[in-house]
């Protein structure tokens, strides 16, 4: 194999002018640096390669590049580096592979926050494996685009500091302290997923923030509160929504995602996917849930579809703020929220001999310890006992006279057409929602007509 002395001006031969030999490729080695050669093929195509031998590994041969890619003393240099990495036992193939492979882990790499939350949001898993419930991905979801994106949405993840976090939370301490602690579990949950799941980077920023001492809420609802409630709820999109969170005591997300495929009316219960806890609750319903289903009409998938004023983007009722506000100025309470009537329900139940036990499963909540592992019975007859015992209460308090209201500065008429007092609140164009009478309960599906039956009435709740 011929040595010439490489070179690209003076004396020696430039590489783009070593000869063709026809019908043969040879190789000329540098003079000047030993290993280091340029190897031309019959079609006269010229590539630097660098002859390397690794310890206990077989010589071989490295390709640099084309001379009309790579300069001379850039293909020379290379080879150089190659050369004395060889004597060190570095293998250039095995650092290109790892090259490699580190360029396509960058790739896959979230570049910013939103990228990474949206990433997070879209598997939608919880610790374990788990699927988050639906109200868990709505609220982390909320957090994030409401509160998180602007801030800090367009740093890398690993960018992030504590006190950018902590100033964060500061912010919105100031107006909405529960929020801020939403807000900080949500950033929590999903900086914990990206260093322990995906090792996005390598420490969570969230460490260390402090959260807002919250008071928790101990609203209960008063016989007479329960009754103008109620009665300020007829004619409003939400007075079957009331009722029915009242005879179930479930979460008002719960009813309003409810679907009509859920109900199972010939053995009259409610199975509830997606809950706050990610199990499957099945709820039995007394003769007062029965009559509320069968007096609301149906009009497609959901039990409380979105063409309402309150919409979602799930198809179905949103949160009903404007109703609930509604209520508040009908009723003359106004510190109360839908999630009261929950607790009012619980409250109650051990007055009418409810064991604690059976209360919580009611409410779908998760008996923890070693009975969480070994008991796995439903207490579907317990709890449809329980919330018999309820409906029955309920229709007894709901008949008692009813104490007037305050006097209300300005009616909600005076205010806004769209929340008359005597018919639902639609958008407008839209004709008022029929209220179902006894007669439209034998126009309802054939189960749920039997069932309200023989649960014992065929009249609707007042």
């Given amino acids: 194999m011929p040595v010439v002395l490489l070179t690209e001006y003076g004396r020696g031969v430039r590489p783009a002018s070593l000869p063709v030999v026809p019908g043969k490729r040879i190789s000329y080695h540098d003079a000047a640096l030993p290993g280091f050669m340029v190897r031309v093929t019959p079609n006269g195509i010229r590539t630097f390669y660098v002859w390397l031998r690794l310890p206990n590994k077989h010589a071989r041969l490295v390709r640099i590049g084309d001379i009309r890619a790579v300069s001379l003393a850039d293909a020379r ?35 910013t926050v939103r990228e990474m939350a949206e990433r997070f949001l879209q598997e939608g898993r919880a610790k374990r494996g788990r699927p988050l419930a639906a109200a868990t991905l709505d609220l982390y979801t909320r957090s ?32 909405y302290p529960v929020q801020a602690n939403r807000t900080l579990a949500t950033l929590r ?7 322990e799941e995906k090792e996005f980077v390598q420490f969570s920023p ?23 409630i109620v009665a300020a709820a007829k004619g409003t999109i939400v007075e079957h929504l ?27 219960l409610w ?3 997606g809950t706050k806890t990610g199990i499957t609750h099945i709820l039995p319903l007394s003769q007062g849930a029965l009559r509320v289903l069968a007096s609301i009409p149906e009009e497609g998938e959901f039990v409380f579809p979105s063409h309402y004023t309150e919409r979602s983007k799930a198809g179905h009722m949103g949160q009903p703020k404007e109703g609930v506000n509604l209520l508040r100025e009908r009723s003359g309470i106004s510190d109360w929220s839908l999630h009261d ?28 310890g070693i009975r969480r592992v070994y008991d796995h019975h439903d207490y579907v007859p317990q709890k449809m006992d329980a919330l018999e015992a309820w409906s029955s209460e309920l229709g007894r308090i709901l008949h008692q006279p009813l104490t007037p209201p305050p006097a209300m500065e300005a009616s909600a008429v005076e205010r806004s057409p769209q929340l008359h007092l005597g018919r639902p609140m639609l958008r ?15 126009q309802r599906p054939t189960r749920l007509r039997r069932a309200v039956i023989r649960a014992g009435s065929n009249k609707l709740p007042n």
């Fill in 77 to 111: 240099k290379t080879a150089r580096d190659i050369l004395d990495g060889a004597r060190a036992g570095v293998d250039p193939r095995e650092e290109k592979r790892r090259a490699q492979a580190e360029a396509e882990q960058e790739a896959l790499l979230p570049q």
């Fill in 428 to 442: 407008e164009g839209r004709s008022p929602r029929r209220t179902a009478g006894p007669a439209r309960v034998a």
């Fill in 144 to 175: 994030l685009r409401n509160h998180v994106y602007r801030p800090l949405g367009k740093l890398a993840p690993g960018e992030v500091r504590r006190a950018d976090v902590r100033a964060l939370i500061e912010r919105l301490r100031i107006r």
């Fill in 206 to 228: 969230c460490v260390g923030v402090k959260v807002t001492t919250e008071k928790p809420r101990d609203r209960v609802l008063s016989n007479d509160e329960l009754r103008r």
């Fill in 271 to 273: 199975t509830i996917r």
């Fill in 242 to 268: 009331v009722l029915l969170i009242l005879h179930t005591a479930v979460r008002s997300s719960e009813a309003r995602g409810a679907r009509w495929a859920d109900f199972d009316f010939e053995e009259r």
């Fill in 341 to 368: 009537l929950r607790r009012t329900v619980r409250t109650r139940l051990p007055s009418l001999g409810v064991t604690p036990d059976v209360a919580e499963r009611v409410l779908g909540h998760t008996i923890g």
């Fill in 189 to 195: 949950r999903l900086y914990n997923w990206a260093v």
